[in-house]
């Protein structure tokens, strides 16, 4: 497994990671969870995010992990517990923390990252403008008392997070639903601000939570009442390439988020053994070709933007509840 460098932080990453989403009960059962782990260890894959929103990920991850002896960084995030969680209250902030510990099963993390520091209404992070706040101070003193090495950004929006990516106070920045195939939004400004400053840059669902799966084809072609027609037109136009070079669309996608010199590791939502091989093996096959990333920066042209009404995380093979009428 290749190894990049997470930004200032120095640390030397396997290029496809492991996020701990679907590490969790709400992806397998726990033996399958453990063996997927155990796995990406094997393969080279040392570096594992997580987050305490992620159902008991936490906990999973923690008796998994448990006398393991390859080396590897593991990363979670500050938010969402306790309930009701208070991201001004600094004795919450650190119980947080604790939690997250207890449940991992260590007394310290390498990376804890801000969790949705950008997105508006989740979390009252910020005193002012200047995003200040109880929780750098909180960050500060875990870093002085060696809790925690590095501190980044879990971010899910691509312009949001900007100004407090240029505050300079963050070692990495995480983002996630936002730099895959079709969906470019972060590559305008979030990632040319996080290369400026050195931060690692980690890409979380460069699938787009399943989107990109080959599995949703026929729906897509079908049509589905949330889908734009232009996004439509798209996916199929994305289907066709595919299918012409021979490259699975997950393979083309974590090809692609990796073809960028910028980002630091992709993370896959692996949730088994199986999974875990397929992801590595594509990611073995190294960067896309130029003529490759040309056609799909074509594709890609064909709808550059989200569409208003399109879903932020794209309902396919589900059920999609439209909004009552009005």
């Known amino acids: 497994m290749k190894k990049r460098i997470l930004g200032r932080t120095g640390l030397a990453v396997s290029e496809l990671s492991l996020g701990g989403l679907f590490v969790s009960s709400h992806g397998a059962a726990f033996e399958q969870s453990k063996q ?8 080279g894959v040392n570096y594992i995010d997580t ?40 004795a919450c902030l650190r119980h947080s923390v604790e939690e997250s510990l207890k449940h991992l099963k260590r007394d310290r993390v390498d990376i804890l990252m801000v969790h949705e520091p950008d997105r508006p209404r989740m979390y009252d992070w910020w005193t ?18 060696g809790l925690v090495d590095y501190i980044g950004l879990g971010s899910t929006t691509a312009y949001h997070i900007e100004p407090i990516i240029r505050t300079g106070r963050f070692d990495i920045l995480l983002t996630a639903l936002n730099y895959s195939l079709l969906w470019r939004e972060a590559a305008h ?5 996080a290369h400026e400053h050195n931060m690692g840059i980690v890409i979380g669902s460069p ?30 136009a994305l289907y066709d390439f595919a299918r012409e070079i021979g490259i699975s669309l997950p393979e083309l996608s974590l090809r692609f988020v990796l073809s ?28 896309l070709s130029g003529e490759v990333l040309a ?13 208003c009404e399109e879903p932020f995380v794209l309902p396919l093979g589900r059920a999609y509840q439209l909004g009552p009428a009005r």
């Open 260 to 287: 960028d010199s910028r980002v630091s590791c992709a993370l896959m939502g692996a949730r088994s053994q199986a999974e875990v091989e397929e992801n590595a093996a594509a990611v073995a096959n190294g960067p």
């Open 295 to 307: 056609r799909l920066d074509e594709i890609a042209a064909m709808v550059p933007f989200r569409p």
């Open 128 to 145: 002012d403008e200047e995003y200040n706040g109880p929780v750098l101070e909180v960050l500060d003193a875990l870093k002085k008392e």
């Open 207 to 236: 699938l787009q939570m399943g989107a990109l799966s080959p599995a949703h084809e026929e729906e897509v072609r079908k049509g589905v009442l949330w889908l734009s027609q232009p996004r439509q037109q798209q996916f199929c």
């Open 51 to 90: 987050a305490p929103t992620y159902f008991d990920s936490e906990e999973v991850l923690g008796k998994a992990l448990a006398g393991a002896e390859t080396p590897f960084y593991l990363s979670t995030k500050i938010g969402g517990r306790l309930t009701p969680f208070l991201p001004q209250d600094p």
């Open 36 to 43: 997927a782990v155990h796995r990406a260890l094997e393969l």
């Open 189 to 193: 400004c979030a990632l040319p601000a």
